[in-house]
């Protein structure tokens, strides 16, 4: 005689599966002892034929009948219930960045940090996948800045400000400002394309490289909104600065990009910005070149932190960044570096007229902003461990387009 099983009883009422009551069978299930069924209790038409549907497509089995207009069912969990769970891999202790691994697996896919990902699940290629290359000290902290520090171009910037300097001023900031836009394009292409190919465990920097690329749209728009406020079309595009920027949409290395556009292209274009916000005519202008120059500011701080970090663990890093400078310098040997139109144009808006006197001045200048630029360079490469010759070396080697 077969013994009788132990069994938990789970009133459904008039809840059928139709409408839901699979998600309370489910939840019971969960909770059986080993051997124990389940016993269910329901007055939902055609209650049985639903649920034996349903069992039978779980595995389970089900035996049910009448009792007056309700019925009473006896599920037995089938071999297979809680199988799909056997094998399941949890992707860190938790969701904070604490929880860090340093080589997720390509299996853990598209998963949040943190969370139980099922056997099975397919492989994905991401190419960047450790903590050594990605990662920085920090990295909420810069993340929750960069949310905090975003502004509408349409509120920020007073479009309608006065504008009184001359047509030949106009002139030179339509020049520049078309040499800007070219090279924030490149900068909002190279962290777009990483973002994509970042594990997703590391969140955080997936998260900074697409608020580094929005800020980037953002300057592409607002740079070419003040061009075009006086004028229907833009200045020149070189081959030179083409090629330059070319190399860095060209590097398949995470670091060596992180290198060449943030510690040193983007942080040179912090002094420039600052420099046109300081020789700026009128106050739409002034507030476009603050504004940009606080956003790249804070993509400087992310590279120089996590190439720091990674030079710091692994003694091979700056051997690498040394090669990938000197590399693209060669490589752009043969070019014109930065558009002497542009050069001349930064001339004409520090000067702010054309007396020799001004010129001058204005020359003298731009001398400066080459020779901060300069020193920031060397500064952030001694940030990131050469020693004071190697990086004054090296910063003198960058790309005479400034990005």
Known sequence: ????????????????????????????????????????????????????????????????????????????????????????????????????????????????????????????????????????DDLGALYRQALASQWDPATAVPWNAPQEHSEELEDALVTVLTYLIENETAALIVPARFAASVHPHFREVQQLLAIQAADEARHIEVFTRRATLRRSQLGLSTAGGQASLKTLIDEPDFALASLLLSVLGEGSFVNLLWFLHEHARDACTRAVMKLTAQDEARHVAFGVAHLARQSREDASLAPRLAAAIERRHDALRGTAGLNAEVFDALIVLAAGGFEPADIARGHQAVVELVRQMHAGRRNRLRLLGFEAERAEALSALHTRNFM
């Open 1 to 136: 005689m077969a013994t009788a099983r132990a069994s938990t009883s789970l009133e459904l009422g008039e809840l059928g599966f139709d409408s839901g009551a699979h998600v309370l069978v489910k939840r019971a299930l969960v909770r059986l002892a080993p051997g124990e069924q389940l016993e269910l209790r329901g007055s939902a038409a055609e209650l049985g034929i639903h649920a034996a549907a349903w069992a039978r497509s779980e595995g389970h089995e089900v035996e049910f009948a009448p009792v007056g207009a309700a019925y009473v069912l006896r599920l037995t969990p089938g071999a297979a219930h809680g199988a799909r769970w056997r094998g399941v891999e949890r992707t860190g202790a938790g969701a904070g960045p604490e929880h860090v691994v340093e080589h997720p697996p390509q299996r853990w896919g598209l998963a949040a940090r943190g969370a139980a990902v099922e056997a099975g699940a397919p492989e994905f290629d991401f190419a960047h996948a450790s903590k050594l290359e990605l990662w920085a």
